[in-house]
């Protein structure tokens, strides 16, 4: 059985600017939450989830066999730092992260090679998010 959406979840995705249709990138899903929610908010759109524990990955995919039967969840084992499009994969509208170490500052090296993964993973007009209790912060990404 799916976890529930928790308050905290459902407010950051509340804040996210989701249009159907778009495709989104999640990073450090954990257990799938979120991805799903958004893929339920985007209609035709998709979503890639994508986390470094192959223990959140299981989870996830356990988890969201619906989303994933209909074409429009995939979930992917990888680090942020090392994420890269595969090939013939289209880039993403917006990427988001909640609680990603990668992301908040305390390992600079590591959130610089994040950062040029996800300049390269989306669209020229993308846009990245990222939890900050706010419930978002919106990090730009100069290209």
Same mark, same amino acid.
């Given at each position: 059985? @799916?976890?529930? =959406?928790?308050?905290? =979840?459902?407010?950051?995705?509340?804040?996210?600017?989701?249009?159907?249709?778009? *495709?989104?990138?999640?990073?450090?899903?954990?257990?799938?939450?979120?991805?799903?929610?958004?893929?339920?908010?985007?209609?035709?759109?998709? /979503?890639? %989830?994508?986390?470094r524990s192959a223990r959140? =990955?299981?989870?996830?995919? %356990?988890?969201?066999?619906?989303? =994933?039967?209909?074409? *429009?969840? *995939?979930?992917?084992?990888? @680090?942020?730092?090392?994420?890269?499009?595969? @090939?013939?994969?289209?880039?993403?509208?917006?990427?988001? @992260?909640?609680?990603?170490? %990668?992301?908040?500052?305390?390992?600079?090296?590591?959130?610089?090679?994040?950062?040029?993964?996800?300049?390269?993973?989306?669209?020229?007009?993308?846009?990245?998010?990222?939890?900050?209790?706010?419930? /978002?912060?919106?990090? *730009?990404l100069d290209?």
């Open positions: 059985m @799916a976890p529930r =959406i928790s308050n905290r =979840i459902a407010c950051f995705v509340d804040a996210l600017p989701l249009v159907p249709g778009h *495709r989104v990138l999640e990073i450090g899903c954990g257990p799938g939450v979120a991805a799903r929610e958004v893929c339920r908010r985007i209609g035709n759109g998709f /979503v890639l %989830a994508i986390d959140a =990955i299981d989870s996830a995919v %356990a988890g969201s066999k619906p989303e =994933i039967a209909s074409g *429009r969840l *995939r979930f992917r084992q990888v @680090a942020v730092e090392d994420f890269e499009l595969l @090939a013939g994969e289209e880039r993403f509208d917006i990427a988001f @992260a909640m609680r990603v170490g %990668a992301l908040d500052g305390r390992q600079p090296e590591i959130g610089q090679r994040a950062l040029e993964r996800l300049r390269a993973a989306l669209k020229p007009a993308g846009r990245l998010f990222i939890d900050t209790g706010h419930p /978002v912060r919106e990090i *730009r290209r």
